[in-house]
């Protein structure tokens, strides 16, 4: 059986209702794929704690974690992943990439014409679940 990691990834939505996306670095697993920011959880660190490190490695900018949106056991062919999604709200700090080569603020109508990591189609089918209650 592979290895699970524990990975974090924070859907930050801005006053447009836009959705920041990444793109991973060439030379990165999955590089050139667009994702979002986030990353594994460390050894003794609480999800949540994780989440607003990476985001802060990542962007520099801190967050506000709103609720969990999912949770999803991903299998790539080199690794397994568990997928923990977080709707966030990201204050009047601009976020610069740090870690990818490309953000952007995307609708869910655009979302689609970014290539994403196959473990973040859940977390899209979610976002669209949930703008339909809106
Ligand atoms: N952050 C993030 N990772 C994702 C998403 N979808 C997806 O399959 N992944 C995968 C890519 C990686 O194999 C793993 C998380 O890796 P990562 O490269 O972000 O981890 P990290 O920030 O801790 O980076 P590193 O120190 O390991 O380089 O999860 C996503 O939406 N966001
Ligand atoms: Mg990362």
């Not at 990975?7 to 996306?21: C, D, H, K, T």
């Not at 490190?53 to 962007?59: A, N, V, Y």
Request: aromatic share 6%.
């Amino acid at each position: 059986m592979k290895r699970v990691i524990s990975v974090v990834a924070a859907i930050i939505e801005n006053e447009n209702g836009e959705w920041l996306i990444a793109k991973r670095p060439q030379h990165k697993t999955r590089g050139g794929y667009w994702e979002f920011p986030g990353g594994k959880i460390e050894a003794g660190e609480e999800a949540q704690t994780a989440l607003k490190r990476e985001i802060s490695e990542e962007l520099g900018i801190r967050i506000s974690i709103i609720a969990k949106l999912t949770n999803q056991l991903h299998h790539y062919p080199d690794i397994s992943i568990e997928l923990s999604s977080y709707l966030c709200k990201a204050g009047s700090e601009a976020p610069h990439p740090h870690e990818h080569t490309a953000i952007e603020w995307v609708n869910l109508n655009n979302i689609q014409r970014y290539q994403l990591s196959a473990a973040d189609n859940g977390i899209i089918e979610a976002l669209k679940e949930r703008a339909k209650q809106y």
